[in-house]
Nanobody
Framework: QVQLVEPGGGLVQSGGSLRPPCLAS????????MGWYGQVPGTERELVAR???????NYADYVKGRFTTSRDNAKNTIYLQMNSLKPEDSAEYYCNLYRIPYHYWGKGTLVTVST
């Protein structure tokens, strides 16, 4: 059974950085595509960043140049390096594992960016 845990959100000032991890268990991690989605209350969950099993990445336009996702297959972990944070980046961030045709989700981690 796949389990995803995101322990690393928090409160940060505008312009600051965070690097939340996502720890995966119960999966063949190195062969799975992973991603991060953000959700603000009352809106749809949206893709923020994605990384394939081969390490290719793509990002939402509004985070390009500021956020980077990476993976450490030896630790079954992906990271979301969030730099130059803005108040509008405040959201619940969810880790995602995609194994056709299923999506698996973590419980989310709250990131709040203050002015």
């Amino acid at each position: 059974q796949v389990q995803l845990v995101e322990p690393g959100g928090g409160l940060v000032q505008s312009g600051g950085s965070l690097r939340p991890p996502c720890l995966a268990s119960g999966s063949t991690f190195s062969t799975d595509a992973m991603g991060w989605y953000g959700q603000v209350p009352g809106t749809e969950r949206e893709l923020v960043a994605r990384i394939t099993s081969g390490g290719s990445t793509n990002y939402a336009d509004y985070v390009k140049g500021r956020f980077t996702t990476s993976r450490d297959n030896a630790k079954n972990t992906i990271y979301l390096q969030m730099n130059s944070l803005k108040p509008e980046d405040s959201a619940e961030y969810y880790c995602n594992l995609y194994r056709i045709p299923y999506h698996y989700w973590g419980k989310g981690t709250l990131v709040t960016v203050s002015t």
